[in-house]
């Protein structure tokens, strides 16, 4: 198990095993010096029931249709104090921080930008906010609103089942793209394989917290028991 600390930026992905975490579980992840909620995420059942706190929402498909999607998704953009961060293609929605998505067609980034006020795209809104929060701030710029610079992201949520691209109930009632086929989800786990590479060569840990994740490309962190509610310790059995 690793520490949750400030050091640690918590990046909720939307995936169904976030009914499988238990009120533990999330004031364990409530010491995180960051909490990221990504596109339906924070509109979660399970994450409204357990009041969860996020500093930081990101979405990067405002602009194409997701909060149609994800139906209470568009009043939490829209009231929350958390700090929001979308693509620069959807600068109509209000938001803190606009980002370009990069990747290997783009100038060769591989896996990482340094640039920060991009992020790897790699086929997942995860990686372009794992990115820019393992990344500092240029010189005072925006430092006193939202810590970057984080030196261990750990997921939860992110299950990545080749045939299962449901969400968690509440975030979503359409598939996520991974699922659409085997190539496509071939492609994105190995992108998730060399964001873990570059960040570990710039001294920064990511981890997956997912219980019962299949995505192989990403270092695996078991959680404790008393992180998973009563049925999810029963199918770990």
């Known amino acids: 198990m690793i520490s949750i600390d400030r050091h640690t930026a918590v990046i ?7 009914e499988s975490l238990s009120a533990h579980a999330w004031q364990q992840l409530a010491k995180a010096g960051a909490i990221a909620g990504v596109n339906g995420a924070p509109a979660a059942d399970a994450c409204i029931a357990n009041d969860v706190q996020f500093t930081l929402l ?14 209470r998704l568009s009043q939490i953009w829209n009231t929350t104090k958390a700090w929001r961060v979308t ?7 209000p938001a803190d ?7 290997e067609a783009d100038g060769g980034v591989y896996g990482w930008s340094d640039d920060p006020n991009q992020g790897y795209k790699g086929g997942s809104t995860s990686m372009v906010i794992g990115n820019w929060l393992g990344n500092p701030w240029p010189d005072g710029d925006h430092a006193s609103r939202h810590p970057r610079g984080f030196r261990t992201l750990a ?10 691209g ?13 699922a659409e086929s085997s190539d496509r989800y071939a492609r994105i786990c190995a992108s998730w394989g060399l964001l873990c590479e570059e960040a570990a060569r710039r001294g920064i840990r990511v981890v997956n917290l997912t219980p019962g994740t299949s995505l192989a490309e990403m270092p695996r962190v078991g959680v404790p028991d008393e992180w998973l509610v009563a049925e999810a310790m029963e199918v770990a059995r």
């Open 87 to 93: 693509s620069i293609d959807a600068q109509d929605t």
């Open 155 to 164: 997921y939860v949520g992110l299950d990545m089942h080749r045939a299962d």
């Open 12 to 18: 909720v992905c939307a995936g169904p095993s976030l």
């Open 166 to 178: 449901r969400h968690a109930p509440g975030a979503g009632l359409h598939a996520s793209g991974f």
């Open 97 to 103: 921080s606009y980002l370009v998505e990069v990747d």
């Open 58 to 71: 990101a979405a990067m498909d405002v602009h194409r249709d997701l909060f149609d999607r994800v139906p």
